[in-house]
């Protein structure tokens, strides 16, 4: 399940970005499945930062983004 949400964000992350740019999913294990996905572009995290392309993409797949700083 996670691996398929991950895949999700990736494929609507790359809707977001220019053609070409990489966009990779990184698949680990903690306590529980985890992925994550990384603009793999110098410019990936201004496109963030500006847009939020990542925190919109797991928006749109259904995933609540939250501030790990906020406890």
């Keep these: 399940m996670v691996d398929g949400a991950a895949v999700d964000i990736q494929a609507r ?10 966009v990779t999913v990184k698949k680990y294990t903690t306590d529980r499945g985890a992925a994550s996905v990384t603009i793999a572009d110098v410019r990936g995290m201004a496109w963030q930062a500006r847009d939020g ?19």
């Design 13 to 22: 992350v790359r809707a977001k970005l220019p053609p070409g740019t990489p």
């Design 53 to 71: 392309v990542l925190t919109r993409s797991a928006g749109e797949a259904g995933i609540e983004v939250r501030d790990w700083r906020a406890g």
